[in-house]
């Protein structure tokens, strides 16, 4: 499992956020000081995600002496600082992306995936993408997804979703959300496409939409998928 560092001193957005890098397949590592960064950062961690704001190190110093130390490390900064200058500091001083306060859980885990793989795609590393929530399991290079022993038998958008979900099992995930990624288009309004296609996944997977096990619809917002806690 891909280990990520959260470095965030606000409770109410390291406790969700660090659920949710949890449901997106993440060991997750969360400390709230800036010093506690530096100690615990080691060349093994497959990102940080560093808010800029701590009570002891400006988070921009904090970047800079972990790109220092650990050069193989991409930082993913948070923060609610929103001026073009502070984004060129911040990247500056070794960010490699760089995302403001409030934000979307979705586009945060989305961005910090493709950091993730551009580092590893830089160091000649394999991609690691598998994802397990419940009794699934999908691993995505191979495109092979199971529930318990059982390989499940998956169209490829069927797949595409089932992954999507399990990757952020545990959040809500809207459905504008799944059809830019899934169908790669915007949503206009009609829920059908997802609606059938979550259907036909929730027979594969043995769930009941009237007492979901597996994926609980979110009645005006989306879809989570279901985490054991």
């Known amino acids: ?15 969700p956020l660090a659920a949710a890098l949890g449901g997106g397949g993440y060991a997750v590592t969360r400390v709230a000081t800036g010093r506690e960064a530096l100690a615990l950062a080691h060349d093994e961690l497959a990102a940080v995600v560093l808010d800029l704001g701590l009570p002891d190190i400006d988070g921009v110093e904090v970047c800079r002496r ?8 991409p930082v993913l900064m948070l923060t609610a600082r929103t001026s073009e200058a ?11 992306d760089y995302v403001t306060k409030p934000f979307r859980l979705a586009e945060l885990l989305a961005r910090l995936r493709a950091l993730v793989r551009r580092a590893q795609s830089s160091q000649g590393a394999p991609v690691e993408e598998e994802y397990a929530a419940m009794d699934v399991r999908v691993d995505v290079a191979a495109r092979r997804a199971w529930r318990g022993d059982h390989e499940l038998d998956l169209t490829p958008k069927e797949f595409d979703l089932l992954a999507m979900l399990v990757r952020q099992a545990g ?3 809207t459905r504008e959300d799944i059809m830019r990624e899934v169908w790669e288009t915007n949503w206009f309004g009609s829920t059908k496409t997802v ?3 979550v259907s ?7 769930d009941d939409a ?3 096990k597996y994926l609980t619809t979110v009645r005006g917002v989306g879809l989570r998928f279901e985490t054991d806690s």
């Open 200 to 206: 036909w996944l929730r027979r594969k997977l043995g």
């Open 66 to 73: 972990l790109h220092d130390a650990h050069p193989g490390v």
């Open 210 to 212: 009237s007492a979901p």
């Open 86 to 96: 502070d984004v060129v500091v911040g990247l500056d001083a070794g960010a490699d």
């Open 1 to 15: 499992m891909q280990k990520v560092l959260l470095v965030e001193d606000d409770d109410g957005i390291a406790n």
């Open 195 to 197: 609606d059938m296609h």
């Open 171 to 173: 959040t809500v995930v």
